[in-house]
T-cell receptor, first 114, second 115 residues
Framework: AQSVTQLGSHVSVSEGALVLLRCNYS??????LFWYVQYPNQGLQLLLK??????LVKGINDFEAEFKKSETSFHLTKPSAHMSDAAEYFC????????????FGTGTRLQVTL | EAGVTQFPSHSVIEKGQTVTLRCDPI?????LYWYRRVMGKEIKFLLH????????ESGMPNNRFLAERTGGTYSTLKVQPAELEDSGVYFC?????????????FGQGTRLTVV
């Protein structure tokens, strides 16, 4: 069985500061890992995905995440927050492929302040 | 190219009534998923279609929920009769397996409120 834990339901950062959203996973097989973002009144949009090709994954809007097997983590980072990054972020895992059923974390709402 | 489309965007119904949610996947996507997010909790898998066949319906809460995918195109999710605990946001996603290159694309969701 797979599970995802997102530490911190709400994170607040200043504009220009580092964004760090935490995600730990549990999987009985090598996982596929994802970060999705939901902007207000929109659907879920894929930010990036890990498929075992490279441990450091770069996504859209300067987001990146690093897969650390020893820590079972897949934390999302962005060097400099922008007001437009305010949204809810979801980490997800799939055991079987990038186009398969996903198990989500509870989400982290990112607030960006001036 | 059109994305995943869901109708309606919002629905408010009384307990005991019936509601039908619709999802139009991206054209050509064989996989169609339904998920639900109850307020404050994680997004949970409900079921998975491959074309018109139910591949996995292990997440369906109970027999008040009925999902169909006519002809392998659009899908409907009917809740009959609705209960208060059915309130939440229902997401639909579609994907086409492509040797690890594809991903699931999500619709905007239908916010269902049962009063």
């Amino acid at each position: 069985a797979q599970s995802v834990t997102q530490l911190g339901s709400h994170v607040s950062v200043s504009e220009g500061a580092l964004v760090l959203l935490r995600c730990n996973y549990s999987s009985s097989v090598p996982p596929y890992l994802f970060w999705y973002v939901q902007y207000p009144n929109q659907g879920l949009q894929l930010l990036l995905k890990y498929t075992s090709a490279a441990t450091l994954v770069k996504g859209i809007n300067d987001f990146e995440a690093e897969f650390k097997k020893s820590e079972t983590s897949f934390h999302l980072t962005k060097p400099s927050a922008h007001m437009s990054d305010a949204a809810e972020y979801f980490c997800a895992v799939s055991p079987t492929g990038t186009a398969s059923k996903l198990t989500f974390g509870t989400g982290t709402r990112l607030q960006v302040t001036l | 190219e059109a994305g995943v489309t869901q109708f309606p965007s919002h629905s408010v119904i009384e307990k005991g009534q019936t509601v039908t949610l619709r999802c139009d996947p991206i054209s050509g996507h064989d996989n169609l998923y339904w998920y639900r997010r109850v307020m404050g909790k994680e997004i949970k898998f409900l079921l998975h279609f491959v074309k018109e066949s139910k591949q996995d319906e292990s997440g369906m809460p109970n027999n008040r929920f009925l999902a169909e995918r006519t002809g392998g195109t659009y899908s409907t999710l009917k809740v009959q009769p609705a209960e208060l605990e059915d309130s939440g946001v229902y997401f639909c996603a579609s994907s086409q397996e492509d040797r690890g290159r594809s991903s699931s694309f999500f619709g905007q969701g239908t916010r269902l409120t049962v009063v």
